[in-house]
Structures are given as C-alpha cells and as structure tokens.
C-alpha cells in the first residue's frame, strides 16, 4: 500500500468553488459564518494527524458534531456542489489524482475510484469538506470502510495522509504446495512497534480481507509467470531459478516494501515446492 501525496488546496478553497451552488441554494450566508471555524477544525485536524493523535482528536470532535443543525446543508454541499458540480468536480478530480500510480491506499490492489471521508460525513459533518479527510480509495475498500467510526484506538482506521507504515517488511507470504501453489499472506509488525500500530494495522489487514485478495491476485501472477520461470527451471536448474525470483523480489521491494508483488516474489524464492517443478502444476 502506498502513501497519496496531501491535497495541496485547503478547505476554504474548496469553500470557494462551490460559492456560485452556495449561493444559489442560499448557503453562501452560512457558510460565510462557518468559515473560520472550518478553517480551525482544518488547522487542529492536520496538526493532529502529524502528531499521531488524529484519533484522539476526532473523538473529542465527535461529541461536538453528533447531531449538528446544519449536517443536512454539508451533507448536500458535498453531494451537490463538490461533486455534482463543475468547479468542485474539479477538485473532487484532483483528490483522486493523489493516489500513488491510481492505486487505492488501502489495499494496493485496485485503481481509485472514489473518494472517502477518513471521518464520515454523517458522524462529522463540519469535515465533510476538508481535503485533508477526503482520501480517494477504490470501490471495494470504500463500501468495506462504510460510515464507521471505532472509538476504539485498537481498531482506529489508518489514515493514508499521516499513517506511515514505513519501508521495514510486515507483508509476508507463503506457498502452499500442498494446495497447488495457493499464496497465504499475513501482516506481521515488526516488534520495534508500538503495540497499537500494530493492532491497527492486523485490524486493517482483517477488516479488508486482504490475505484474501492478495490470494487470488497472486493466483493470476502465478499463472502469467508459470511458463517464464518453468523455462529458467528447465535451462538453467533451481538455484538459477531461485536467484532470478530474488532479482525480481528486490525489483519489486525497491518500488514498494509490502506490495503483495513483493511479499509473493520473495515466497515464491523460498519454497522449494516452487523453486523444483512446483509450478508445473499451477
């Protein structure tokens, strides 16, 4: 999973470019009133973020915008002028653009194709509009992450913008030849964590079901390289086989540390299964 780049354009921008919307539903005037107060929660919400206490500090959000007179006007603001209209859809765009190489943060699987608030709209409806709680995912992760929100520290969701899981590996596979060559994934922190980092992120790796979905995109990787690595085997013998798997892992490491690339390229090194005919009966 990959780190999107922070939106560059702040809330009061985005507060600009659904003016004329505003204007014509007759929010302008309490949007206006809003404004600075939306420009604070921005300010607080990225000094939060930067210092590893954003869940925190939504929880103390949370008891102030649960039920807020003007949720229905931010809830339609959104809908209506960021995304449904042209200037906003502008931005709404930008925000997708952010994503490393169009791939949702969350999984690393598929392309972006939405955007989701970090912290929804419903439950904090004065960030529906802030860029930094706007974050594009694809539609999986976005209908998996739904409209939660854990006051539980353990099951906090990672935020793309400000969570980094660093370059140390905690994505490793395993090739199960006993299964025909079926790639078993798993999250392993590195035990210099901080236990709740790495709750967060077992939690992650569960609640999006991704040793599933590692699976079965290494299904299709193991069958576009069967004939590739089957040919290297037969010319060259396993070990040649094995240190050609290794330039490949490294290859991949190099672009992304806990990719499921790296992690399967890596296991497929290491399994003797593979490394001595295993793949013949992929």
Not at 57 to 80: A, P, S, V
Request: aromatic content about 10%; some cysteine.
């Amino acid at each position: 999973m990959l780190r999107p780049t922070r939106p560059p354009f702040t809330v009061q921008e985005v507060v600009a470019a659904c003016s004329a919307w505003l204007e014509k539903y007759g929010y302008a005037d309490r949007f206006d009133e809003h404004l600075p107060g939306l420009v604070a929660l921005e300010n607080g919400y990225r000094e939060a973020g930067d210092l590893g206490i954003l869940h925190s500090f939504l929880l103390g959000e949370l008891i102030k915008e649960t039920n807020h007179q003007d949720r229905t006007m931010f809830e339609e603001t959104y809908g209506q002028a960021l995304v449904g209209r042209a200037a906003g859809r502008k931005l709404y765009d930008a925000l997708k653009a952010l994503a490393a190489d169009t791939r949702c943060p969350l999984c690393g699987v598929q392309a972006v194709a939405q955007v989701d608030h970090h912290a929804p709209k419903d439950k904090f409806p004065l960030l529906g509009l802030t860029p930094l709680n706007l974050v594009a995912v694809c539609g999986t992760c976005n209908q998996t992450k739904s409209n939660t929100f854990d006051p539980e520290p353990i099951r906090a969701e990672i935020h793309p913008y400000f969570d980094d899981l660093g370059a140390e590996q905690w994505l490793f596979a395993h090739i199960d030849g006993t299964a025909g060559g079926v790639a078993v994934f798993q999250a392993k922190p590195p035990e210099t964590w901080p236990l709740i980092k790495a709750a967060q992120l077992r939690h992650h790796f569960t609640k999006y079901h991704l040793a599933d979905r590692y699976r079965d995109e290494a299904g299709h990787a193991l069958s576009m390289r069967k004939r590739k690595d089957t040919k290297v085997l037969d010319d060259s013998g396993p070990e040649v086989l094995r240190d050609q798997l290794l330039t490949d892992a490294d290859e991949y490491a190099h672009y992304n540390p806990n990719g499921w690339q790296t992690a399967l390229t890596f296991a497929l090194a290491k399994s003797c299964w593979y490394v001595n005919g295993g793949m013949r009966g992929i």
